[in-house]
């Protein structure tokens, strides 16, 4: 198993920026596809974004396309999300998550990610 921990979240005005870091360690990372999820209160947690083990495929909720950015380091065991242009909406827990290593496509549903942080928060003020 691989631990992720998340950290960066905080509170932002409405059309700021924040970049999510996920530090991961004791497991492959570098051959996890990974992913970014996010939790409002009352809400089922939902996919934000994932990118393949080569960071070559990449992929976005329409809801965050063309403001966010998902990326990776494998040397460093770094997964980040660069979000942008912040609205309200977006607001939430934040999620790093691994899918099991070597297996499958690049998936959007939770259910396929293994092993998951326990979260960072995000505020939006309006």
């Known amino acids: 198993q691989v631990q992720l921990v998340e950290s960066g979240g905080g509170l932002v005005q409405a059309g700021g920026s924040l970049r999510l870091s996920c530090t991961a360690s004791g497991g492959t990372f570098g051959t996890r596809h990974m992913g970014w999820f996010r939790q409002a209160p009352g809400k089922e947690r939902e996919f934000v974004a994932a990118?393949?083990?080569?960071?070559?495929?990449?992929n976005y909720a329409d809801s965050v396309k063309g403001r966010f950015t998902i990326s990776r380091d494998n040397n460093k065991n770094m997964l980040w999300l660069q979000m942008s242009m912040l609205k309200p909406e977006d607001a939430g827990r934040y999620y790093c998550?691994?899918?099991?290593?070597?297996?499958?496509?690049?998936?959007?549903?939770?259910?396929?990610?293994?092993?998951w942080g326990q979260g960072t928060q995000v505020t939006v003020s309006s």
């Open positions: 990118i393949s083990w080569t960071g070559g495929i990449t």
């Open positions: 998550a691994a899918q099991p290593a070597g297996r499958g496509p690049l998936t959007a549903t939770r259910y396929q990610y293994a092993s």
